[in-house]
């Protein structure tokens, strides 16, 4: 299961790693540039709106079926029919909810009609990560993988052509654009997942079955709570900055946000993939009642590693990183959201190692508890810092939600599971820590350019992983050798 593991991840991360940034520093960035950050922060604020509710598309119907197909593989074919019902169902009420929500905290006009755009992207988005659990859940890791960069790699392809193609004036390029090729590439990308679920399916036999739709969302109902409280404490920023502040500076500030939350998100999106393979593997060994010491162990340090590395980065370089991508925008705001942002990246990162060990081994009841402390100390702090900091005063929120609740599970877990890391270990992190980001601030002061001198850093940061033994050197010697075979063929 270990090698299995890291073999997937190392895969997982290498395509990502080619796409993603394209992605952020190319296609997204152009776009809020060529829009501005008034219309973008629309886009942003009303997105994470329509997101907040996505939960309902769902009822933790994607996490249920992952885990339960892992351990029952031969009910692919009964469930695949049943929860597709149960889905088109609840699309019905998040629409619904969505609409209600929005009118009573004031959304009209353009707000709506960009809210049921987003809408329908979230019910697309739903289907393909529930399609995509029945991938996962049958190990097909290498396939699940490529899914998922699919949809970017078709918005970067259509945006690229709109933007750059010269056929196109790029004063018809606006926001909708921008929401309309997202929702072209989610129709492909689900189209293509359908097709490769229903290879392994077998006879599939479609009827109405309301009992097991009833069971199946029963069942799911905690995973359906501890979604919407882990949306609200991750993804309310800004929509309450877009909410609480003046109408003059509101969609502003979000957009000010949105430069800095792009490489948060982005570095979230690439540390959520260890979930989607940590659940499925997690709720397999606990099944088995194998030992997890070693899985947990080989994923915390390589989450870790990257993580951390990423967040020094950030921080010592964030100015040349927002002047880069913002050339003709201050950026002194931006810049300092993400050094903040970036300790709240590590934090959720890290989560998504005990929370998923956790949630693989039933404990909702923990995981919602301290979900919902997390609400009400995200809506406390954001209610307090908002007014008075702005978008800063946000990121500063985030930070502090995402540190207590990854404190929090990691003692849940530690407890629950009897996890040994060993004082050595905590020494060696200690140790890493202190190097990478003495070694940063280094080469900040090089008289070389800022993007040589961030390589150079990069690259030692990588080797201080391994020389404290956070990254195992022949471990991952074996395994990429592995990988890339694995790639070939």
């Given amino acids: 299961m270990n090698n ?92 619904i909810v969505i609409f209600v929500i929005g009118w009573l905290i004031g959304y009209r006009g353009e707000q709506l009609k960009l809210l049921a755009i987003f809408g329908f992207n979230q019910v697309l988005l739903s289907f393909i990560l529930y399609v995509r659990s029945n991938i996962s859940a049958l190990l097909l890791f290498k396939t699940d993988s490529m899914l998922s960069v699919l949809d970017r790699v078709l918005m970067i392809l259509i945006c690229s052509f709109l933007l750059w193609s010269g056929f196109f004036p790029k004063s018809s390029f606006n926001i909708y654009s921008y929401i309309y090729a997202q929702t072209i590439s989610y129709v492909i990308t689900l189209i293509i997942a359908v097709a490769i679920v229903l290879r392994h399916t077998g006879k599939l036999t479609i009827r109405i079955n309301i009992p097991f739709v009833i069971m199946i969302i029963k069942k799911s109902l905690p995973y359906a709570l501890l979604v919407l409280l882990m949306s609200f404490y991750n993804r309310l920023e800004p929509v309450l900055i877009e909410r609480l502040l003046p109408e003059d500076i509101a969609a502003t500030q979000a957009g000010v946000y949105a430069r800095a939350w792009r490489l948060f998100d982005a570095g979230n999106n690439i540390s959520y993939l260890f979930s989607v393979i940590l659940l499925p593997l997690f709720a397999a060994i606990i099944k088995e009642k194998e030992d997890l010491q070693g899985l947990v162990k080989q994923s915390f340090s390589i989450m870790l590693s990257m993580t951390c590395i990423i967040a020094v980065l950030c921080i010592f370089y964030s100015s040349d990183f927002m002047k880069l991508m913002y050339p003709d925008q201050l950026n002194e705001e931006s810049s300092t959201i993400l050094k903040i942002l970036m300790g709240s990246f590590v934090s959720i990162s890290t989560t998504y190692i005990f929370g998923t060990l956790l949630t693989a081994n039933g404990n909702l009841k923990q995981l919602n508890i301290v979900a919902a402390c997390g609400v009400v100390l995200n809506i406390t702090l954001n209610l307090i810092f908002i007014p008075h900091f702005k978008a800063i005063g946000a990121a500063f929120t985030s930070l502090c939600v995402q540190f207590v609740t990854c404190v929090i599970q990691f003692f849940i877990a530690k407890k629950i599971f009897n996890l040994r890391l060993g004082i050595s270990y905590w020494l060696r992190l200690s140790a890493f820590l202190v190097l990478i980001s003495l070694t940063t601030y280094m080469s900040t002061t090089l008289e070389l350019k800022w993007i040589t001198s961030f390589f150079i850093a990069a690259a030692m940061c990588v080797i201080i992983a391994f020389i404290t033994k956070m990254l195992n050197y022949n471990e991952i010697k074996e395994l990429v050798v592995s990988s890339m075979k694995n790639i070939k063929k």
Avoid: E, M
Wanted: hydrophobic share 55%.
């Fill in 4 to 95: 299995k593991f890291l073999k997937n991840i190392i895969f997982l991360l290498f395509i990502n790693l080619l796409i993603k940034p394209f992605w952020i520093l190319g296609v997204d960035v152009a776009v809020q540039n060529l829009v501005g950050d008034t219309s973008y922060g629309l886009y942003l604020a009303i997105s994470q709106f329509s997101y907040l509710f996505y939960i309902l598309l769902d009822l933790g119907l994607t996490n249920f079926n992952n885990r339960n197909i892992a351990q029952n593989n031969q009910l692919l074919s009964k469930h695949f029919v049943g929860i597709s019902q149960a889905k088109i169902l609840l699309t019905i009420l998040y629409f």
